[in-house]
């Protein structure tokens, strides 16, 4: 049976707390939900494709934090689990995910020409 990990051992923090510039963010939700509405300079990489993206991954820079963000917060918690047992990168979860991201005003895109970018 694999280790279970306590959650609050888990590197957390809420996008109050986020850089407004700088921080990278990679965001673990599925294309749908990417293309619907997501944060201008993150990477996508959904969760279920991490695992063999290790090519994507080297794009994350590695001399400092990389926020992991999805909907709500769960998916990006289990990516920065893996990511940081791994050793691949120092992951932060983002707690409440876009859509807190989205509440607290922070900047949407989206890949539908002429659309409202929107938090599926």
């Given amino acids: 049976m694999g280790d279970v990990v306590n959650p609050a051992e888990i590197p957390t923090t ?3 707390e986020l850089p407004t510039e700088g921080a990278v963010l990679l965001d673990v939700r599925e ?3 990417w293309a619907a509405g997501h944060a201008p ?4 990489i959904p969760l ?15 001399d400092g934090p990389v926020y992991v963000i999805c909907r709500t917060g769960g998916r990006s918690a289990q ?4 990511l940081n047992a791994a050793g ?7 707690a409440g995910g876009m ?8 900047p949407l895109a989206c890949d539908h020409d002429g ?5 599926l």
Avoid: Y
């Avoid at 279920?48 to 590695?62: K, Y």
């Avoid at 659309?115 to 938090?119: G, I, Q, Y």
């Fill in 14 to 16: 809420s996008v109050s």
């Fill in 31 to 33: 294309a749908d939900e």
């Fill in 41 to 44: 300079d993150a990477v996508h």
């Fill in 48 to 62: 279920g494709d991490l695992p063999a993206s290790m090519e994507r991954l080297a794009e994350l820079p590695d």
């Fill in 79 to 82: 990516a920065t689990m893996w």
């Fill in 88 to 94: 691949l990168v120092d992951a932060v979860n983002v």
């Fill in 99 to 106: 859509k807190s991201w989205q509440t607290h005003g922070r």
């Fill in 115 to 119: 659309a409202d970018p929107e938090v």
